[in-house]
């Protein structure tokens, strides 16, 4: 495993607009695993980015705002086993915003999630994501550490049940699945959670998703079956 490729000492710390008030990114490391790559953009205080991902470019942008860069990190380039090219760089007219772009390499899908001051992004392989068998967990989109993260998927063909099951976990929702779904999906989406997601996974593959009690339920949308709002504001077929 290889760690903090790019580096920094306390000695060379400067902000770039020292003496604004404004939290800072003041390191960025990259960290290969034997299954995945971790870009972990440390800050001095705690901010969460505004996430939104490029399909065709295949490009996460992680925007920082009220945050300042240090000196030797702006505009210098990474990169990685899973990551093409990553670099940060303040926006001309961003009122002090900061801009993280990572571009990921083919076949590969990312997820955030954060410790800390730490913002995450860990790249991973998705060939599992297509393979007939079970998925394991740390392949999945979704980190199980923050049950509130965002969520970016870049799928294509990919298994439906796994993906579903392992939001669902991390987001500790009860799932029930009724009827014949689609073996498998494509999809390139942003959601705000992994609830938000599921959501957005029903709605792309034309199923119907609602709650009864704590219980989830997916199955195949029924044309003609109406829809009947009751117990007590739930969402009943």
């Known amino acids: 495993m ?3 490729v790019v580096l920094l000492f306390a000695l060379s710390w400067r902000l770039a607009s020292a003496g604004s008030g404004l939290s800072g990114i003041s390191d960025i490391a990259v960290e290969e695993g034997e299954n995945e790559t971790g870009i972990v953009v440390s800050l001095t205080d705690k901010n969460r980015p505004v996430a939104s991902f490029s399909g065709e470019d295949k490009c996460l942008t992680l925007d920082f705002k009220g945050v300042a860069i240090a000196e030797s990190l702006i505009d210098k380039a990474f990169a990685g086993r899973d ?4 670099y940060v760089t303040d926006l001309p007219q961003g009122n002090g915003t900061a801009r993280v772009r990572l571009y990921l390499r083919s076949g590969c899908l990312a997820s955030i999630r954060y410790r800390g001051c730490d913002v995450i992004v860990r790249i991973a392989e998705k060939t599992a994501m297509s393979a007939p068998v079970l998925i394991e967990p740390d392949f999945l989109l979704s980190p199980a ?3 509130y993260a965002p969520v970016v998927i870049s799928l294509h063909d990919a298994q439906l049940l796994p993906v579903i099951n392992e939001l669902a976990d991390t987001a500790g929702l009860q799932i029930e699945i009724s009827g014949k779904l689609p073996e498998k999906f494509t999809l ?3 959601s705000d959670s992994p609830v938000e997601a599921i959501k957005r996974i029903a709605q792309a593959c034309d199923l119907d998703l609602f709650r009864r009690g704590p219980v989830w339920h997916i199955l195949p949308r029924d044309s003609e079956k109406p829809r009947i709002y009751a117990y007590s504001g739930d969402l009943l077929q």
Request: aromatic fraction near 16%.
């Open 2 to 4: 290889f760690y903090l």
């Open 83 to 86: 990551l093409r090219l990553g």
């Open 145 to 147: 550490e923050e049950k």
């Open 188 to 190: 390139e989406i942003q």
